[in-house]
Each structure stands twice: as structure tokens, then as C-alpha cells.
């Protein structure tokens, strides 16, 4: 029990650290929770709730193994630029790059999630 308890611990230090110097998840959280204030208004369905629960958690999460990623290759590419590291540099820039890239693909999906709940309750077409 002792070393659930301390887990939780270590994945909440990870939290803390994340919307403390992660900018984008700073934002990305303002934001849902503005989303979510608002979606209050709209008397929306469980599917449509558990739609925007979901894409947002499953952002969060992604933009957390971003965040672990790029402190750990900022570690690893903290190494002197021999010619032998060159090629070690270049797939730290990638990795990168690619988790950057899946961070904004679950925006994306966020974005639209958002966008295919909202919409129809802001301007209903043909609905009562």
C-alpha cells in the first residue's frame, strides 16, 4: 500500500512540475476549463459530456509524455557536439518534433470534439 501511496505521489510531483513550467498545458487547461463553464450551459447529453471528458483527459495526457520527453532528450542532448553525436542529435531533434506533433493532433481532436458538441446546441438546424 506504502508504495501506491508513494506512486501517486512521484505522478502528482510530475503534474505539479508540468502546469508549473509547461506553457502550452497552462494554456491548453485555462482553456478546457472555460470549455467546460461554458458546455454547463448547454444541457448536453452524457455521450456528449463523456466525448469532451475524454478527448480532453487523453490530451492532457499526451501533452504530459510530451513534456517527459523533451526533459529527457534535453538531458541526453546536453552531450558536446562531437562529430560522433551528430547523428544522435539529429534523432533527439526528430523525437521532438514527432511528440510535438502528437500533441497537436490531440488538439486537434479536441478542437473538434469541442466543435461537433457545441455547434449544434449554439445554432440548431431543424431541431426543436
Keep these: 500500500m506504502f508504495r501506491i501511496v508513494r506512486s501517486l505521489g512521484y505522478a502528482l510531483e510530475g503534474l505539479k512540475h508540468a502546469l508549473i513550467h509547461e506553457r502550452n498545458l497552462q494554456?491548453?487547461?485555462?482553456?478546457?476549463?472555460?470549455?467546460?463553464?461554458?458546455?454547463?450551459?448547454?444541457?448536453?447529453?452524457?455521450?456528449e459530456w463523456t466525448a469532451l471528458m475524454v478527448s480532453g483527459g487523453a490530451f492532457i495526457a499526451v501533452e504530459l509524455f510530451n513534456t517527459a520527453l523533451e526533459r529527457l532528450t534535453d538531458a541526453v542532448d546536453s552531450l558536446p557536439r562531437e562529430s560522433a553525436n551528430v547523428l544522435l542529435h539529429h534523432s533527439m531533434k526528430a523525437a521532438k518534433d514527432v511528440a510535438a506533433a502528437a500533441a497537436l493532433a490531440g488538439l486537434a481532436v479536441v478542437a473538434m470534439t469541442v466543435l461537433l458538441v457545441a455547434l449544434p446546441h449554439l445554432f440548431p438546424l431543424g431541431r426543436p
Excluded: H
Excluded at 476549463?33 to 447529453?45: F, G, H, I, R
Design 27 to 47: 494554456l491548453f487547461v485555462l482553456g478546457y476549463a472555460a470549455v467546460l463553464v461554458c458546455a454547463t450551459t448547454l444541457s448536453l447529453e452524457r455521450w
